[in-house]
């Protein structure tokens, strides 16, 4: 069974723009990260976040983590329209080792 | 440019065809994954091998065998599959680091149809 759920399922934005994409989880993890996968193609990491930490920046990304509330949020700032894709979070419960789950995805078109 | 090569990128085959899929990488990565992806739809995973033993079956159907011959190569073999098989089967792997499952670098996936 999936462990993250995403929301908005989809997202629309003017190029410029700051989108924001959510995440819920069931249990208990040892981290979260984001992916971004290009149609039909495999994923790409963006970003992993401990359970220890609150926030974590990479360039124009930037994401939080509360784990009280068993949810992450990614930003990422100045959209471009090479950013069109889905992004998917993904965790790894404890006591899961290796045992990497994706939430349902967000799927982010910027436009022009 | 992705690190982990599949092939081949796409096969068709029918259900009483045996096939199978590979996926190699060469970062000295100890854990290798298997995952499924139906259109528009998250990643499922399948398998894990860690230091070439199966460490996760996610109760995958027996028309599924994995194999890792040795570190850097992982295959899945399929036999007597369904329509319902027809997916994206994406391979990726990550180093080990003991209780923490680090990132996971994948390939471009095999795009699989069943006839």
């Known amino acids: 069974s999936q462990q993250g759920e995403e929301d908005p399922q989809a997202l629309s934005i003017q190029e410029g723009e700051n989108a924001t994409m959510n995440c819920s989880y069931k249990t208990s993890i040892n981290n979260l990260q984001w992916y971004r996968q290009n149609s039909g193609r495999g994923l790409v990491h963006l970003i992993l976040i401990r359970s220890n930490e609150r926030e974590k920046h990479s360039g124009r990304l930037r994401v939080t983590l509360d784990t009280s509330k068993k949810s992450s949020s990614l930003l990422i700032t100045a959209s471009r329209a090479a950013d069109t894709a889905s992004y998917f979070c993904?965790?790894?419960?404890?006591?899961?080792?290796?045992?990497?789950?994706f939430g349902t995805g967000t799927k982010l078109q910027v436009i022009p | 440019d992705t690190e982990v090569t599949q092939t081949p990128k796409h096969l068709v085959m029918g259900m009483t065809n045996k096939k199978s899929l590979k996926c190699e990488q060469h970062?000295?990565?100890?854990?290798m994954y298997w995952y499924k992806q139906k259109a528009k739809k998250p990643p499922e995973l399948m398998f894990v091998y860690s230091y070439e033993k199966l460490s996760i079956n996610e109760s995958v159907p027996s028309r599924f065998s994995p194999e890792c011959p040795n570190s850097s190569l992982l295959n899945l073999h399929l036999h007597a599959l369904q329509p319902e098989d027809s997916a994206l089967y994406l391979c990726?792997?990550?180093?080990?680091?003991?209780?923490?499952?680090?990132?996971?670098?994948f390939g471009e996936g095999s795009r699989l149809t069943v006839l």
């Open positions: 970062m000295g990565h100890r854990a």
């Open positions: 990726a792997s990550s180093q080990d680091k003991g209780k923490n499952t680090g990132e996971l670098f």
């Open positions: 993904a965790t790894d419960a404890a006591g899961g080792y290796q045992k990497v789950t």
